[in-house]
């Protein structure tokens, strides 16, 4: 039998000190993040506030070596709930999760959905932002109140388009305005899109008077000239942004969204508790504080059963809204 050396002896003992290679910290394998093979689901179309959510959720868990290689994919129709419900079917999927916001509770809804958000396992509310009112660059509004002087006059020729279904927030912020002044919601002309790439696109071409939208959506095409902005709908002003709020207008009223992660319904605690934990350490990270400042978003981050209680909040409110503005 051959007989180790004092050498080998020590060699072997730095090999197990060393462990296994190239496990750097922030790499996922130490922190528990690394969900391999993990998907995105984007229930809207490219463009949108839930899309850019998600594909700067995904690149910034990336750069901050969270975890890697996540797929982020569109799956539109019926303002999200073709989503909801492919999610829900995805019964006990850990590697699968879904950007979405306030606009999937109203869709719920108005949409009727057999599968609601009380099915899914909540995960985590990331931001909340305020809406804004855009018009093209050669629009004749050049003030909210020159806009809202003409919607008065006649709604039905002032056309809003919002990228969400009924009752999502990019349709009852142009109601809760409508209201504000003094126009029946019901007489609004509201123009739904799957997403803000298919309102921008009417928006710019003037198939529509107005749009409603994220603020984090159009901020290009805002600074470059391509919209005017005219107002912002929450209780203060956008840093950056020279727009006023809707009160300072003369609208009685404001409003903001809000943007979460839910996954499928049926996974283990672990699979959950994984899920939580990487949006958590993304949520903490400087790459998704810089992009929340970029994007001008508000921190809202709400983590498990808390989103959860939020969710089933969310669904009341919305149920109120729609049935106090006869919708």
Sequence with gaps: MRTRTPLALLGA??????????LTPGSGADTGTRIPGLRLMVPNSPGGGYDITARTAAKNAEDAELTHNIEVFNLPGAGGTVGLT??????????????????????????????TLADTTPIARLTEEQDIVVVAKDSPYKTIRQLVAAWKKDPAKVPVGGGSSPGGPDHLAPM????????????????????????????????IAFGVSGVGEYLDQIRSGELRLLAVTGPKRVPGLDAPTLR????????????????????????????????????????????????????????????????????RRVDSVLKELGL
């Design 248 to 315: 300072e207008s003369g609208l009685d009223t404001d409003f903001t969204n809000w943007r979460g992660i839910v996954a499928p319904p049926g996974l283990s605690a672990a699979e959950r508790d994984k899920l939580i934990g990487l949006v958590t350490r993304l949520h903490g990270s400087k790459q998704w504080q810089e992009s929340m400042r970029k994007n001008g978003w508000d921190d809202a981050f709400l983590p498990g059963e808390k989103f959860g209680d939020f969710l089933q909040a969310q669904d």
């Design 86 to 115: 492919r999610l829900v079917g995805e019964h006990g999927n850990g590697r699968l999760a879904m950007s979405m916001g306030l606009g999937v509770v109203g869709a719920v809804h108005t949409n009727k959905s057999p599968k």
């Design 13 to 22: 003992a730095l090999l197990v000190l060393v462990g296994p290679p190239l």
């Design 176 to 207: 809760l305005m409508a209201r504000a002044a003094g126009i029946a919601p019901r007489s609004v002309n509201y123009v739904p899109f799957d997403g803000g790439g298919e309102l921008l696109a009417s928006i710019l071409g003037n198939k």
